[in-house]
């Protein structure tokens, strides 16, 4: 581990003077105490815990500090100038370097961690994006030295004194002046009070001490990177193609929030939904008759005999347990989402609850329903989802129809947000009133920013790219939005698509959803290499061993006729063990049309059996197109025209000549069989090798 050094610390603080105030520093605070990325008008609670220790941390000299779990919160609203908050307090816009030196001046890095590093770790923590930083402060590089021991903090102040800081209250500020109080103090110390006490604020970052929301009621704002309202609604339907992220969007919403789930699906009804009597085993005692008297059964030891037997109770479902539970803890929000809300039958799933979807201004339902006698029943008598326990101050804030059971009405605090695809099939549909009670949210198709990688014959291919292309094509074949494909259509695993993946989940969906109805308008992107329908069953083979395993090849094909281009190649022999894989492949034999087939043993060596490919093929063949076969070794290509130094100065590797090739020796047999497997794709040859 090492630590930023003591000089560099002293510098940063020196450079930050006359562009970051004490106010500036207490906006910092505030955006790392907000545990999520900032939007607009979106509002946040606060964790002034984490305030006043980052504050203490960094701006009190002491060697013991105060630590604060005091468990408060504030509520903070930003506003659509945020992000030009440090812009505008100084005279010159601060340098980033000098802020993360100062931020982290006791903060633990790894070894190899770089000052590049550094910034990415503030940008996370802190929640300021990349693009914020680069237009918010000055990006200037300045160097940050290390130490292998963390400064003492009397060091410090020595330093310190040095350049003019007062440091003998051992609580000093921005402006190198000693202060009485804690810097992380709320309302005393020269940060976070000042930036609240001023209206110049208000430009950046509304500051209340209580909930927005119970003040103001919900807002809506712009959501500037999709350029959409975005709305903090009681009922609410996120709508796109599939793969877009709306259940991740829900989820980020909602984050630390209470919340129950459900799914919708053609089975689902009324009693799904809400609940109903279902059989449940018991245990009871065994009873007997004795005369007219009913007695319990005794054991041979005295105890009572029991018996399960079947009786029914009401079970209560999702709508009935977040209506209960928001209705007793009505101080904060409580969330019921349903995914995939339209692959159920909604006017047979809500029934009368329709009824309730309608909301007075102040959120509660502006028509109440009488439920029947067995929900009435369950939620006078339930203890857990029913209201037979409550405290007193539940009694009191819980209506005493609703509490009885003799009316039904949500509680203004009950959100019911949904999740929709567009592109489903054979699915229910909306009517236009259900459609009515509800805020729709669009989203749409956008880079996740996760740099995923397809990966099929040794090569990759960007993902984003990927789906820019295809989208491109449906919607062009379609003239419609519905049938694209989002950017979590399917997960990564470490970064990388498999091909099974790809053609398990993408080329399936292509094919059977959206091409195979339109054939034409796909042109040449399902066309095989001889001109034929390149159908979804090309895509797999049966090897040698019986088993069905995907064609690469064909995927690599299909990307190809899409105009994806190749990013990287798949360098297996030093990355597999990280990262999980087992392609331990060797040759057991190579075919080549017209030719012998090859069959390796132990003489000669796999390499060798690989080199006599290589020569059948044609080495006046392959040097044409050398630049397409992607595999590197240390940077350096494993086939070549010339030789690398880094290969040659590596004991692990040496270099074979063959006519005007430099082959690399030395790389696991796995690349070797996906080297002939590309020449087989590029070339078409028709190669065929057996592997173990």
């Known amino acids: 581990m090492k630590y930023i050094d003591v000089k560099t610390v002293v510098n940063s603080y020196n450079g930050f003077q006359n562009c970051m105030t004490n106010k500036s520093w207490g906006y910092l605070a505030l955006l790392k105490g907000c545990n999520k990325s900032i939007r607009p008008s979106i509002p946040y609670e606060v964790n002034m815990d984490i305030v006043s220790n980052f504050l203490e941390d960094i701006f009190n000299l002491s060697q013991t500090k105060r630590h604060y779990n005091g468990g408060r919160s504030l509520y903070v609203v930003f506003s659509n100038r945020w992000e030009k908050y440090f812009n505008d307090q100084g005279r010159f816009s601060p340098n980033i370097y000098d802020v993360v030196t100062w931020a982290y001046r006791r903060k633990a890095f790894s070894d ?8 990415e770790i503030f940008s996370k923590e802190f929640n300021i994006p990349s693009s914020v930083i680069t237009n918010s402060f000055n990006v200037q590089p300045k160097e940050i030295t290390f130490a292998n021991s963390l400064y003492s903090e009397s060091v410090l102040k020595s330093e310190l004194s040095q350049i003019g800081v007062v440091v003998s209250s051992n ?53 500037k990177e999709r350029n959409e309202v975005v709305e903090s609604s009681l009922q609410q339907i996120y709508y796109g193609a599939p793969g877009t992220g709306k259940s991740q969007e829900i989820k980020e919403q909602t984050e630390g929030k209470k919340v129950i789930r459900t799914t919708f699906h053609p089975d689902s009804d009324y009693s799904t939904f809400v609940g109903a009597y279902k059989p449940t085993s018991v245990e009871e005692p065994t009873m007997t008759m004795i005369g007219t008297k009913a007695v319990p059964v005794e054991n041979p030891d005295g105890t009572h005999r029991t018996e399960r037997k079947i009786v029914y109770e009401f079970v209560p479902q999702a709508f009935l347990k977040a209506y209960t539970e928001a209705w007793k803890n009505q101080d904060e929000p ?50 857990k989802y029913g209201f037979a326990e409550l405290t007193e101050a539940q009694k009191d804030a819980i209506p005493k129809e609703v509490q009885s059971g003799e009316e039904m009405r949500l509680p203004k605090n009950l959100h019911i947000w949904a999740t929709m695809n567009t592109s489903d099939q054979s699915l229910f549909p909306i009517d236009s009133a259900f459609k009515r009670r509800w805020d729709w949210q669009y989203i749409p198709i956008s880079d996740g920013k996760k740099d995923w990688k397809i990966e099929a014959n040794g090569i990759r291919y960007d993902w984003w790219e990927f789906l820019q292309k295809i989208n491109d094509k449906i919607g062009s074949a379609t003239n419609s939005e519905d049938k694209k494909l989002g950017y979590y259509f399917c997960k990564a695993n470490d970064g990388i698509i498999s091909a099974e993946t790809f053609v398990g989940k993408v080329i399936f969906y292509i094919w059977n959803d959206v091409f195979k109805d339109f054939a034409e308008e796909a042109g040449d992107l399902f066309k095989d290499e001889d001109n034929t329908l390149l159908s979804f069953n090309k895509f797999y083979t049966v090897g040698d061993d019986g088993k069905t395993k995907v064609g690469e090849n064909k995927v690599a094909l299909f990307l190809q006729k899409l105009g994806v281009g190749p990013v990287e190649s798949a360098d297996f022999d030093e990355d597999d063990e990280e990262i999980g894989r087992t392609n331990k492949s060797s040759f057991v034999s190579i075919q080549i049309p017209n030719n012998p087939r090859i069959v390796a043993t132990e003489k000669p060596t796999q390499f060798d059996t690989f080199v006599e490919a290589l020569k059948i093929i044609g080495i006046d063949k392959i040097i044409p197109i050398i630049d397409q076969l992607k595999y ?16 040659k100065n590596e004991k692990k590797y040496s270099y074979h000549q063959e006519g005007g090739l430099f082959i690399v020796k030395g790389c696991k047999p796995y690349t070797y069989v996906r080297i002939l497997e590309d020449l087989d794709r590029i070339l078409n040859i028709g190669l065929s090798i057996e592997t173990k």
């Open 171 to 223: 609580n000093i500020d921005s402006k190198k002046e000693g202060v009485v109080a804690s810097p992380g103090e709320i309302s005393r110390g020269p940060f976070v009070q000042t930036l609240y006490a001023g209206l110049d604020i208000t430009d950046y970052v509304l500051i209340l001490q209580s909930s927005y929301n119970s003040l103001y009621g919900r807002i809506s704002t712009i959501d």
């Open 334 to 383: 409580f969330f019921l989402v349903i995914e995939e809300i339209n692959r159920g039958n909604c006017a047979q799933i809500f029934g009368d609850l329709f009824q309730l979807l309608d909301r007075k201004d102040d959120g509660e339902s502006e028509y109440p329903i009488s439920p029947d006698n067995d929900i009435r029943k369950f939620l006078l008598t339930d203890k």
């Open 112 to 119: 190899n961690v770089s000052k590049e590093d550094i910034v």
């Open 632 to 647: 590197q070794r240390l940077n350096s290509p494993v086939i070549s025209t010339t030789e690398f130094p880094e290969i």
